[in-house]
């Protein structure tokens, strides 16, 4: 029997790489899935069909998770699809934008990068929770970086992904009363375009060597932890900041 059969969940930045890995496990588990996407229509539609071949449901809602009004729409179409409640919110949105030293960086970027890392998960949050019972779940991912800072150039993302795993702490004290749990992924080196954009080869390779696992990590094995903490079998973990690094940086 599937774990998260008949929930309905929403998956902000669930068209690609981990995003897209999130949404077809959940599927997979028997979730209905929402999957918010932002410019990429093509992908959007390329992960529904993924999800459709394998027997799965989903639909695909366009918006800008740093807009509230775009936030609203996302669970208005929730609701029109699959019922007044949800279950599951996972907030995949975010991004590092670019690699900035301190000189290089001006405050609209180090907001802009703020907003598309917290701002996101804090609406989306707000947006979701009041239509959620007991025995619901958020999982929001945050990074390695909000650990230990990140590489170079990487400040605002790290200090970004730092509030997330915050935030994850108080909302699970928050929301904890009503039987809600919330806890986050910081994922450490995932073979995903994030690292074909931001980190060269040789550093890459450089990592996944000093790993003990001696890899990259794979955006399937952040979806299944996803799903775990998502589901039932997971009931008694909240306010956690799981790493899942293969080992290259123990919390």
Do not use: W
């Amino acid at each position: 029997m599937t774990k998260l059969k008949d929930k309905v969940a929403i998956v902000t930045g669930g068209s690609r790489d981990i995003g897209r890995a999130v949404s077809v496990k959940l599927a997979a588990e028997g979730a209905k899935v929402v999957v918010n996407y932002c410019n990429n229509e093509e992908q959007a539609n390329d992960t529904l069909a993924e999800i459709e071949a394998a027997g799965g449901t989903a639909i695909a809602c366009k918006g800008d998770m740093m807009k509230p009004e775009d936030v609203d729409g996302l669970v208005a179409a929730a609701q029109a699809a699959f019922g007044d409640k949800i279950d599951i919110l996972v907030n995949v949105t975010g991004g590092m934008v670019q690699r900035k030293g301190l000189d290089e960086m001006d405050m609209e970027f180090f907001e802009h990068v703020m907003r598309l890392n917290v701002t996101s998960t804090f609406l989306a949050t707000k947006a979701v929770v009041p239509h959620m019972s007991k025995g619901s779940a958020i999982v929001n991912f945050a990074s390695l970086a909000g650990r230990d800072g990140g590489g170079p150039g990487a400040a605002a993302y790290a200090t970004s992904k730092g509030a997330v795993m915050t935030f994850t702490r108080a909302m699970a004290k928050d929301l904890g009363p009503k039987g809600i749990r919330c806890n986050s992924l910081c994922p450490g080196m995932i073979a995903t375009s994030f690292h074909d954009t931001f980190t060269a080869d040789a550093v890459r390779e450089n990592v996944a060597n000093s790993t003990p696992l001696r890899r990259q990590g794979l955006a399937a094995e952040t979806a299944d932890a996803t799903a775990y903490l998502a589901s039932d079998e997971a009931s008694f973990i909240t306010g956690t900041n799981i790493d899942i690094n293969g080992g290259l940086f123990f919390s």
